[in-house]
């Protein structure tokens, strides 16, 4: 087991590793009984500066906030040690000598046992594959990310594993106008193209056909930018949602539900990466168990931003090829789903495929976009009794 020091928190701040969180006192130095692998810390650091007395309650010292910061760290030493730099307002790895640290080591909290079981994920020796019918509430956090590792952290943060609720990232969109200052480093996400989801060099029905089935840019980021690796794809998503709900980033929320209309919006790809689906469709259902109600009425459910992507998903499903066992495979996922999201939040995405109406979608060809001619937005006014727009 790791003892992680964490040196120099103001009183008052919150410090949380894996789901955990404390509000610091002045004694706060860290944590031990972490296992090898990768965790995840996050913090808010409070604006109170002054010492108090050992007879005040920790909730006492909580003070103002700056905005929320999180950082990824792995774990295969039996000390790590952090201090937070009043400079750079940052928590940051310190060469500080652990012989130095001997006085303050009965001070450190001990991380919580859920029962004896794997605290931090090694990637090299976790069950990836691991659907969410065996997960408890235990094991949960971290098949929370059990598809990051270390190389795509890299990746991701090419000048290190540290963000912030206004980490900015490659995908954001730039406003005119504005002056150009210095910013800290981007995320560097998987570019998704929503808007243009079918081939180069298509036209006609063919372009239609594209921006109602998107396979062809999922096949293209997975075949092509991942290379391969699903995992990769996987990966990210778990990671945009971990960073969302723990720092707040914006940039990360943007990026998890582009990945999700994405992979929603697929009737072809299905049946060509039934696998890919049924372990994305059991990590976005840890997600939902794992999401708090606050998160889901005031994020998730606005403009019925879930409830349409999961009917999406879900006639999807229905369209895709039928008659082999991967396809039921994945059906499988979903039925799990459904009944998750209906259990914890009363949502019903049950819907009614046979029905359909002519498509209002327009190809626009100065823009090369398709365009919704329909008065009304039915993606905004969704209800059970919607029809569902096909291409007849």
């Known amino acids: 087991m790791t003892s992680i020091f964490v040196l120099d928190v103001p009183p008052g701040s ?51 906030e700056s905005f929320s910061q999180g950082f990824f760290f792995y774990v295969d030493c039996s000390v790590l040690i952090f201090q937070y ?19 303050i080591e009965p001070w450190l909290i001990p991380f919580p046992d859920e029962n004896g079981i794997l605290k931090g994920f090694d990637e090299d020796h976790i069950d990836k ?18 598809w990051v590792t270390r190389n795509m952290l890299n990746c991701l943060f090419p000048s290190g594993w540290h963000v912030t609720s206004i980490t900015s990232s490659n995908l954001d969109e730039v406003l005119s106008g504005l002056p150009a200052i210095e910013t800290e480093p981007e995320i560097v996400f998987l570019a998704i193209n929503s808007r243009r989801t079918w081939r180069p060099g298509a036209f006609g029905r063919e372009v239609t056909e594209g ?12 075949q092509h930018v991942c290379l391969g690796d699903s995992g990769r794809f996987l990966g990210e998503f778990q990671l945009c949602f971990i960073i969302f709900l723990f720092v707040s980033n914006g940039s990360c929320l943007e990026q998890w ?12 790809a299905i049946s060509v990466f039934p696998d890919f689906y049924v372990n994305w469709i059991d990590i976005l259902m840890i997600q939902l168990l794992y999401c708090p109600e606050e998160i889901y009425q005031d994020i998730f459910q606005e403009r ?30 979903f039925t799990r789903l459904s009944s998750a999201v209906k259990q914890k939040f009363c949502l019903n995405i049950e819907t009614q495929p046979e ?30 009794d919607d029809p569902v727009i096909v291409l007849l």
């Open 14 to 64: 919150t410090f949380g590793i894996d789901g955990h969180s404390w509000i610091t006192g002045h004694r706060f130095c860290g944590v031990r009984g972490l296992s090898n692998g990768l965790h995840w810390a996050y913090y808010n650091i409070s604006g109170a500066k002054k010492d108090v007395g050992n007879n005040i309650e920790n909730t006492q010292l909580k003070g103002l």
């Open 85 to 103: 730099n009043h400079y750079k307002e940052m928590i940051l790895e310190t060469d500080v000598t652990a012989s130095e640290l001997d006085i």
């Open 129 to 146: 594959t691991r659907d969410g019918r065996y997960i408890d509430d235990g094991h949960c956090f971290y098949h929370l990310i059990a």
């Open 211 to 222: 921006f109602l089935d998107k396979s062809w840019e999922l096949e293209r980021i997975l």
């Open 257 to 268: 539900m582009r990945m999700l209309t994405l992979v929603s919006s697929c009737c072809r």
């Open 304 to 333: 019925n931003f879930l409830k349409i992507s999961l009917k999406n998903l879900r006639r999807n499903l229905f369209d895709a090829q039928v008659g082999s066992a991967s396809i039921s495979a994945v059906k499988d996922a």
């Open 355 to 384: 029905v359909s109406i002519r498509s209002s979608l327009v190809y626009g060809i100065e823009n090369d976009e398709l365009i919704d001619t329909s008065e009304s937005n039915s993606m905004a006014d969704d209800s059970d």
